[in-house]
T-cell receptor, first 114, second 112 residues
Framework: DAGVIQSPRHEVTEMGQEVTLRCKPISGHDYLFWYRQTMMRGLELLIYFNNNVPIDDSGMPEDRFSAKMPNASFSTLKIQPSEPRDSAVYFC????????????FGPGTRLTVT | EDQVTQSPEALRLQEGESSSLNCSYTVSGLRGLFWYRQDPGKGPEFLFTLYSAGEEKEKERLKATLTKKESFLHITAPKPEDSATYLCAVQAGTGGSYIPTFGRGTSLIVHP
């Protein structure tokens, strides 16, 4: 398996623009997680899905952020409108075991909002 | 609120010089404690899950232990390739939601 795939790897955009990050989880994994990592706050969970259904989105910072998982092999994290404080590395992870044990992380998308 | 504190923030070792990383936690009903390794520019890589006090797990030069208040990651005779940031995370066993809380990590550099 190729592991968790994320695209793009780098994104530079201007404030106010819409940003869409994409993730393909490992085949057969029932859980999908979106994280954000910054120097100031470390690694934070934004939202996670089980069998394509959002289970907990309490980590989503505000309404500008939204996430979808239309099928078992694809998820998106959208920021609209983007702001400079959204600059971070966004990771997608997937897991097979119940409860999210042993998560497999993707390479991340480095987002810079100017 | 679940809290995870890792120490030290940074650690420099000479090759072969054994040491330990600490992860102190406060959580309502620990379901699991996780250790990850993160290399620069990459996503975290899973190392261990510990579920109960007294549990120990080993992988090559790494050994993770767990008590009711903290976990240690012992590194025996480290090599330069062990250089990375090591992240600790805890997961509460209540509420049915499996949101992990991560520590800020310990940046380890092993000099040849």
């Amino acid at each position: 398996d190729a592991g968790v795939i994320q695209s793009p790897r780098h994104e530079v955009t201007e404030m106010g623009q819409e940003v869409t990050l994409r993730c393909k989880p490992i085949s057969g994994h029932d859980y999908l997680f979106w994280y954000r990592q910054t120097m100031m706050r470390g690694l934070e969970l934004l939202i996670y899905f089980n069998n394509n259904v959002p289970i907990d989105d309490s980590g989503m910072p505000e309404d500008r952020f939204s996430a979808k998982m239309p099928n078992a092999s694809f998820s998106t994290l959208k920021i609209q409108p983007s702001e400079p404080r959204d600059s971070a590395v966004y990771f997608c992870a997937s897991s097979f075991l119940q409860g999210g044990d042993e998560q497999y992380f993707g390479p991340g998308t480095r987002l810079t909002v100017t | 609120e679940d809290q995870v504190t890792q120490s030290p923030e940074a650690l420099r070792l000479q090759e072969g010089e054994s040491s330990s990383l600490n992860c102190s936690y406060t959580v309502s009903g620990l379901r699991g404690l996780f250790w990850y390794r993160q290399d620069p520019g990459k996503g975290p890589e899973f190392l261990f899950t510990l579920y109960s006090a007294g549990e120990e797990k080993e992988k090559e030069r790494l050994k993770a232990t767990l008590t009711k208040k903290e976990s240690f990651l012992h590194i025996t005779a480290p090599k330069p390739e062990d250089s990375a940031t090591y992240l600790c995370a805890v997961q509460a066993g209540t509420g049915g939601s499996y949101i992990p809380t991560f520590g800020r990590g310990t940046s380890l550099i092993v000099h040849p």
